[in-house]
Nanobody, 115 residues
Framework: QVQLVESGGGLVQPGGSLRLSCAASIMSFSSYLMGWYRQAPGKQREFVAAISSGGNTNYADSVKGRFTISRDNAKNTVYLQLNSLKPEDTAVYYC?????????WGQGTQVTVSS
């Protein structure tokens, strides 16, 4: 059974940093496009960042220069480094694994940016 388990969320002050992790129990992890999405209260889920099987990355404009996505195929894990956090980054962050028409989601981890 495929599982994506996010961790690393929490409460942080504006300007602070967090590192999210997503551990995937999935065969052929290295073949998957891995992504991070977020959903703030009362808003739709939105794309944050993605990393391809070849290591190419893509970011939402709102996080470019502040967030960094990376992956460790040996550990079946994808990371999201969040720097210079702003209150508007507050959301539940979800990990996604995609391959063709197959898509898996994690349960999410809460990130709250507040003083």
């Amino acid at each position: 059974q495929v599982q994506l388990v996010e961790s690393g969320g929490g409460l942080v002050q504006p300007g602070g940093s967090l590192r999210l992790s997503c551990a995937a129990s999935i065969m052929s992890f290295s073949s998957y496009l891995m992504g991070w999405y977020r959903q703030a209260p009362g808003k739709q889920r939105e794309f944050v960042a993605a990393i391809s099987s070849g290591g190419n990355t893509n970011y939402a404009d709102s996080v470019k220069g502040r967030f960094t996505i990376s992956r460790d195929n040996a550990k079946n894990t994808v990371y999201l480094q969040l720097n210079s956090l702003k209150p508007e980054d507050t959301a539940v962050y979800y990990c996604n694994a995609g391959l063709g028409r197959t898509s898996y989601w994690g349960q999410g981890t809460q990130v709250t940016v507040s003083s």
